[in-house]
């Protein structure tokens, strides 16, 4: 049986530090899911391209299990092994800040793109944007659903955190499930999007770039899912207190990221294309 919170197990550390509250032990799930996400955008591409998706789903798969384990860990080091004191958590958090500013800039040097083809369109595609052969996604259907769901889902993240600073754990498992539900139904009708979808990653510069946005954009939904069912699956522990719940804040800062960005998305991308 694992230790209480008021029980910490510490235990002789794999380095030569002294200090075991700020340092912890070598963890191989670091390289492990940078490799597999470096396969998950090959596979990915590979999908664009041809339609086959099982090379893909198989790399999801494997990414989702790594990311899983790593942050399984983490979460065990800060609540059984005593490895996350005040400290550490600001640490943490002044860390989950500088990945999502790495994230915003990811995003932005795709918009760049984006905005170069679409303020100064090339000669190459006839000087239109959108080039004349591309048939457009009605902003007014699937995408509008889309948007939608992940605006419902940044209300319900953000009152599964109140609920949690109050205590009412209950309200807290019940707004996560939501938050998770209206998550996986985004990347169903995501997917349903791309079936129906009339031009393909290789269709001009125009498809390249629509799929290049759409896809890394869901590829950041599923891994925060990821993230909020490993929340969930904490609390069902009863891990979280109202004091001490790093995770799920990083967790929630992560998703209302990926709805900014998915707003941006919707506007430039969709409506006024």
Same mark, same amino acid.
């Given at each position: 049986?694992?230790?209480?919170?008021?029980?910490?197990?510490?235990?002789?550390?794999?380095?030569?530090?002294?200090?075991?509250?700020?340092?912890?032990?070598?963890?191989?799930?670091?390289?492990?899911?940078?490799?597999?996400?470096?396969?998950? @955008? !090959?596979?990915?591409?590979?999908?664009?391209?041809?339609?086959?998706?099982?090379? %893909?789903? #198989?790399?999801? $798969?494997? +990414? &989702?299990?790594?990311?899983?384990?790593?942050?399984?860990?983490?979460?065990?080091?800060?609540?059984?092994?005593?490895?996350?004191?005040?400290?550490?958590?600001?640490?943490? @958090? !002044?860390?989950?800040?500088?990945?999502?500013?790495?994230?915003?800039?990811?995003? %932005?040097? #795709?918009?760049? $793109?984006? +905005? &170069?083809?679409?303020?100064?369109?090339?000669?190459?595609?006839?000087?239109?944007?959108?080039?004349?052969?591309?048939?457009?996604?009605?902003?007014?259907?699937?995408?509008? @659903?889309?948007?939608?769901?992940?605006?419902?889902?940044?209300?319900?993240?953000?009152?599964?955190?109140?609920?949690?600073?109050?205590?009412?754990?209950?309200?807290?498992?019940?707004?996560?499930?939501?938050?998770?539900?209206?998550?996986?139904?985004?990347?169903?009708?995501?997917?349903?999007?791309?079936?129906?979808?009339?031009?393909?990653?290789?269709?001009?510069?125009?498809?390249?770039?629509?799929?290049?946005?759409?896809?890394?954009?869901?590829?950041?939904?599923?891994?925060?899912?990821?993230?909020?069912?490993?929340?969930?699956?904490?609390?069902?522990?009863?891990?979280?207190?109202?004091?001490?719940?790093?995770?799920?804040?990083?967790?929630?800062?992560?998703?209302?990221?990926?709805?900014?960005?998915?707003?941006?998305?919707?506007?430039?991308?969709?409506?006024?294309?």
């Amino acid at each position: 049986m694992l230790p209480t919170l008021t029980k910490l197990h510490h235990r002789i550390p794999k380095h030569t530090y002294t200090n075991i509250n700020h340092i912890v032990d070598p963890s191989p799930w670091p390289i492990l899911v940078a490799v597999t996400a470096c396969q998950l @955008l !090959l596979s990915l591409l590979h999908y664009f391209e041809t339609g086959k998706s099982w090379l %893909f789903i #198989f790399s999801l $798969a494997q +990414f &989702s299990g790594f990311i899983w384990q790593w942050v399984y860990n983490i979460s065990v080091e800060a609540t059984y092994e005593g490895m996350h004191p005040k400290r550490v958590q600001r640490n943490i @958090l !002044l860390g989950m800040c500088f990945f999502i500013l790495s994230e915003v800039m990811l995003f %932005f040097s #795709f918009f760049w $793109a984006f +905005f &170069s083809f679409n303020l100064a369109p090339s000669i190459w595609i006839s000087c239109t944007w959108p080039p004349a052969q591309i048939q457009l996604v009605n902003p007014y259907s699937l995408p509008l @659903l889309n948007t939608v769901l992940l605006l419902s889902s940044g209300v319900s993240v953000t009152c599964a955190h109140r609920c949690l600073l109050v205590g009412k754990r209950h309200l807290f498992n019940l707004s996560l499930i939501w938050t998770i539900l209206y998550g996986v139904i985004f990347l169903c009708v995501q997917y349903f999007e791309y079936n129906y979808t009339q031009f393909t990653i290789s269709d001009s510069v125009y498809g390249s770039i629509f799929y290049l946005l759409t896809g890394f954009h869901g590829l950041h939904v599923f891994v925060g899912l990821i993230f909020l069912t490993l929340c969930f699956y904490t609390s069902i522990k009863r891990n979280f207190t109202k004091e001490h719940h790093i995770l799920f804040i990083c967790s929630a800062w992560y998703w209302h990221f990926v709805d900014i960005v998915w707003l941006f998305l919707y506007v430039f991308l969709y409506v006024l294309k």
